[in-house]
């Protein structure tokens, strides 16, 4: 299936939830953000749903990341929760109501250092969003995840990608 839509970030343009969040870095003067590996770490992507979206499709998020690591594979594991408001709907606009079951993916980096990887999750939505709503979506490395991350440096987020697929 082709896509309806694509929107973009690039780490300055991400917002930070208000504990546990991500550095903003550079690596060589590339904007990134750095998410630790021994504590759970999140940004948060905002924006409104265009009218292109229409609900036939997957949503899906796609992460552009790396890390520096030199000595074998690694993992990293990433979560996604989602917020849809709808205008109009009597919804509280100054209190989170992200999904509780996170959608989940890991990420494998192999020994070159500095290699870019691309990851991909599917997002479930717990409500049904619309063209229109205003949206957050909250990532979040699970730097404590019993088999899935391993990964003993900085996961270095590059780029953020939402699609309809």
Do not use: C
């Not at 546990?20 to 690596?27: E, G, I, P, R, Y």
């Not at 999904?99 to 494998?108: E, K, N, Q, S, Y």
């Not at 205003?134 to 899935?148: G, L």
């Amino acid at each position: 299936m082709a896509r309806n839509f694509t929107i973009q970030w690039e780490p300055p343009e991400v917002s930070l939830p208000s504990a546990a969040f991500a550095k903003f870095s550079t690596q060589n003067n590339r904007p990134v953000n750095a998410l630790d590996p021994s504590a759970d770490e999140s940004v948060v992507l905002e924006g409104i749903l265009p009218a292109e979206y229409t609900g036939a499709g997957s949503l899906k998020l796609r992460l552009l990341a790396m890390a520096n690591t030199t000595t074998s594979s690694h993992k990293a594991r990433l979560s996604a929760v989602t917020e849809f408001r709808t205008p109009g709907a009597a919804e509280s606009g100054n209190s989170d109501a992200f999904d509780g079951t996170p959608d989940a993916a890991t990420m494998t980096f192999s020994a070159t250092a500095y290699s870019i990887q691309s990851l991909i999750i599917t997002l479930t939505p717990a409500t049904t969003p619309a063209s229109g709503d205003k949206f957050r979506i909250k990532v979040t490395r699970d730097a404590d995840h019993v088999s899935d991350d391993d990964l003993p440096v900085d996961l270095l987020i590059l780029g953020y990608e939402l699609y309809e697929e």
